[in-house]
C-alpha cells in the first residue's frame, strides 16, 4: 500500500526534519527596503543589476518606479517654490506625470535598440533598468534640490532659474545614462552601440515635455495643456 | 482559443520582436535549415504591418485624423509592395550571382530586413506622435516650418531605419551565402532592386505628411502620370 494515501486532501504534506524553504539569492534580500534601494543605486549596481534579472524584478520595478516618481515630486517642490502659490502642488505632479509619461513613450525604442545592439533582456528587464536609471537620476536631482533651493531664495529672473534647473538636470541625466550603459555592457558582455541614439531621443522628448507641462517658473494658470509648441520656442520667448 | 495562443506563443518565441532584432546564431541556423517549422515570413510581414502601421498613424497625427488613417494604410504598404514587388527579381539575382539560396530563404530575408525597419520605426511611434501632438498645428501660421522638420525627421527615420535593416540583411547573407563576397555582391544587388522599387513606390504612395492648406489625398496626384526619377530630373532642370 502506498504511504501516502493516509494524507488527507488539501492538507499540506509535513516537511521532513531537516528541509528548509529556500532562501532568496543574497542579492534580492538586499534590496528589499528603500534605503538598500538607494544604497544600491548608488554604491552597488551590480548588485541591483542582479536583482533586476532575477525572480522578484516586479516588485523591485515598482519600488523603483516609485522612487523615481517620488524623487522628481520632491525636486518639483522646490522648482515650484520659485513661482510659489499653487505652483507648489501643481509642479511636482506635473514633473512626476512628465517623467513617467516620458519613460513610456520611449520605453519601447530602447528595447528594440538594445535587441538591435545584441542585448539578451527581456522588455520587462529593461523597463526594470529604465526604472532603475530614472530611480538614480531622480535620487541624484533630489540630492541637488538644496542647492537650487538656496538660489531660489534670492533670484528673481525666471531664465536663470530655468537654466540652473537644466543644468542640474543635465549632470544628473549623463550619470544616469552612463550608468545604464555600464549595466547593460555587463549584463551583455558588450557595449550597446545603440544606447547614445536612445539617450538623444530620451533628452528631446524630456525637454518638450517641458514646454507641454508649462508654466513650470511662472505663476499657476489652470490645470489645461498649454498651446503647442516646440521647446525651443518656449525657452527662448 | 488554447490553439490559437499556443500558436501566437509558437510564433513570437520563434520570430518575435527579440529574435529578429538580435538575429543570433539560432536564427540563422533556422534559416539555412530552410524548413517550413516556424512561420517566418507570416510573422514578420505582420510585424511590418504593425509597426509601419503605428508609425504612418503616428507622423499623420500632426496633419489631421484622414492623414492618420491613410498613414497606416499606405506606410505598410509601400514595405510590403517593395517586399513582394522585387522578389521575384531578387530570387533571379540570388541564382545568377551564386547564392544559391531559395525562394522560401529568399523571402524571408527580405522580409526579415524589412521587419527591422519596421520594428525599430514603430518603436520609435510613441515619440514622434508625441511631437505631433506637441508641435504647433496645420492651422497656426508657424505650420509651414513645422512641416518642413517633421518631413526631414520622417525622411531621416526612415532612412537611417532602413540602413539598419539592410545592415541586418548583409549579416543574414553572410550567414547563408556560401562565402562573403557572394554576399556582398547578392545584398548589393537586392539593396539597388528593393531600393529602385521602394523610390517608386514611396513617390506613388505619397504624401505621407501633406503640407498645410491642401486637402489630404490618398495617393501623390501625379502618381499615374510620372515617376519618382522624372519628377527630380524636372527638378534639376528648373533649378
Known sequence: ?237 | MQTFRTHVAHLWSAAGPGVLCRMDAALSAQLRADDDGAPLSLAWSLLIVAGMACFGAAVGAWRSPQQVLYGAVKMPLMLHAVAWLSIVANVMLNWLLGGGLSLRQVRRCILGALAVQALLLGSLSPVFLFFACQLPGPESWQAPSVYRYLLAALVASVGASGVVGYARLFRLLAALAPDRATAGRLWLAWVLTTGLVGTQCSWMLSPFVQQPGVPVPFWNTAAFSGNFFEHVWRHVLNS
Not at chain 1, 12 to 30: G, K, M, Q, V
Not at chain 1, 144 to 172: C, D, E, K, N, Q
Open chain 1, 1 to 237: 500500500m502506498n504511504d501516502t494515501a493516509h494524507v488527507p486532501p488539501n492538507v499540506a504534506a509535513p516537511c521532513p526534519p531537516h528541509a528548509t524553504p529556500t532562501p532568496p539569492e543574497p542579492d534580492e534580500r538586499r534590496v528589499v527596503g528603500w534605503g538598500a534601494i538607494a544604497d544600491a543605486l548608488l554604491k552597488d549596481p551590480d548588485m541591483l543589476l542582479s536583482a533586476l534579472t532575477g525572480r522578484s524584478a516586479s516588485g523591485l520595478i515598482g519600488r523603483l518606479a516609485a522612487l523615481a516618481l517620488s524623487g522628481t515630486a520632491a525636486y518639483g517642490f522646490v522648482v515650484g517654490l520659485f513661482p510659489g502659490g499653487l505652483q507648489v502642488v501643481a509642479v511636482p505632479l506635473k514633473l512626476a506625470g512628465g517623467l513617467l509619461a516620458s519613460a513610456l513613450i520611449c520605453w519601447p525604442s530602447l528595447y528594440i535598440l538594445l535587441c538591435l545592439s545584441g542585448a539578451r533582456q527581456t522588455a520587462l528587464q529593461v523597463l526594470g533598468l529604465l526604472a532603475a536609471a530614472l530611480a538614480l537620476l531622480t535620487l541624484l536631482l533630489a540630492g541637488f534640490a538644496p542647492v537650487a533651493w538656496i538660489f531660489t531664495l534670492s533670484t528673481r529672473s525666471p531664465s536663470f532659474m530655468g537654466a540652473l534647473h537644466l543644468l542640474l538636470w543635465a549632470v544628473s541625466c549623463a550619470f544616469a545614462l552612463r550608468r545604464l550603459g555600464l549595466g547593460l555592457e555587463a549584463l551583455n558582455g558588450r557595449p550597446m552601440r545603440a544606447l547614445p541614439v536612445w539617450g538623444a531621443v530620451f533628452v528631446l522628448v524630456c525637454l518638450q515635455m517641458t514646454a507641454t507641462l508649462r508654466p513650470l517658473l511662472s505663476p499657476f494658470s489652470g490645470w489645461e495643456f498649454a498651446p503647442r509648441a516646440f521647446f525651443l520656442e518656449t525657452w527662448f520667448r
